[in-house]
């Protein structure tokens, strides 16, 4: 069973937006970097943005620079990736991960929790 869990794919029209969240479904995300990533059919994981644990650090895929942007509520035990300007590219299951402390990257390497993906389509 997954500890992360996301929400808020879906379907939209290129040059919509969507709203992902990623909660602990069992455990506190203050200690831990958080990234996001997604997988196209046929195609290999790549990562998009990542957070670290107090949120002072974000990096961004330079595909996705401009358009994403992530944030985190440790209040709420959230970390959202708010889509702007969707793009059929897009398109994707996108997946947050999580790895213990302040060093995240755009890499998969060094996450080990992992949530089961919602997947996003960007379609007219």
């Known amino acids: 069973q997954s500890q992360l869990v996301e929400s808020g794919g879906g379907l939209v029209q290129p040059g919509g937006s969507l709203r992902l969240s990623c909660t602990g479904s069992?455990?506190?995300?203050?200690?831990?970097?958080i990234g996001w990533f997604r997988q196209a059919p046929g195609k290999e994981r790549e990562g998009v943005s990542w957070?670290?644990?107090?949120?002072?650090?974000?990096d961004y895929a330079d595909s996705v620079k401009g358009r994403f942007t992530i944030s985190r509520d440790n209040t709420k035990n959230t970390v959202l990736l708010q889509m702007n300007s969707l793009k059929p590219e897009d398109t994707a299951v996108y997946y947050c991960?999580?790895?213990?402390?302040?060093?995240?990257?755009?890499?998969?390497?060094?996450?080990?929790?992992w949530g089961q993906g919602t997947q996003v389509t960007v379609s007219s």
């Open positions: 957070i670290s644990r107090i949120g002072s650090r974000t």
């Open positions: 069992e455990w506190t995300l203050d200690y831990y970097t």
């Open positions: 991960a999580a790895v213990y402390g302040s060093v995240g990257g755009l890499t998969t390497k060094p996450y080990n929790f």
